[in-house]
């Protein structure tokens, strides 16, 4: 959970340092935009969260895999990600999507789970 605030926070730092940059500036600064564009979406920090929530809930891969084999890869991180309630927008700042993209992920895994739309799907995700 700490590695996902952490991931969250760099990510808005680095989303506010592109934002100043961008104002009238000099072509040393457009470098130094491009490098933190670069940054924010190849994020070692991404791949070592990404490697951690492995480990961490190996077990719940496997009992989320046998309960709903139809599960993507990018389906099964998100799962993960609503296990550690994280909000729609630390999700987003991770995968580095926007919150819209989160929220709309989340209606269609729980389409393919097959819940019922009075059904919680953090609720059923934290049973598994």
């Known amino acids: 959970m700490n590695l996902a605030v952490q991931i969250t926070h760099k990510n808005e730092l680095l989303e506010d340092l592109e934002k100043e940059i961008k104002r009238p500036a000099g072509p040393d600064l457009q470098e130094v935009n491009r490098i933190l564009i670069a940054n924010r979406s190849i994020s070692e920090d991404r791949l070592e969260f990404e490697s951690n929530i492995q480990n961490i809930y190996e077990g719940f891969y496997l009992r989320l895999a046998k309960c709903c084999p139809t599960l993507s890869k990018n389906d099964q991180k998100l799962a993960a990600l609503i296990r550690l309630n994280l909000s729609s927008k630390q999700m987003s700042t991770?995968?580095?999507?926007?919150?819209?993209?989160?929220?709309?992920?989340?209606?269609?895994?729980?389409?393919?789970?097959?819940?019922?739309?009075?059904?919680?799907?953090?609720?059923f995700i934290n049973a598994v």
């Open 94 to 123: 991770i995968l580095n999507i926007s919150p819209k993209s989160i929220d709309q992920s989340k209606y269609r895994l729980k389409q393919k789970i097959g819940l019922e739309v009075s059904e919680n799907l953090s609720d």
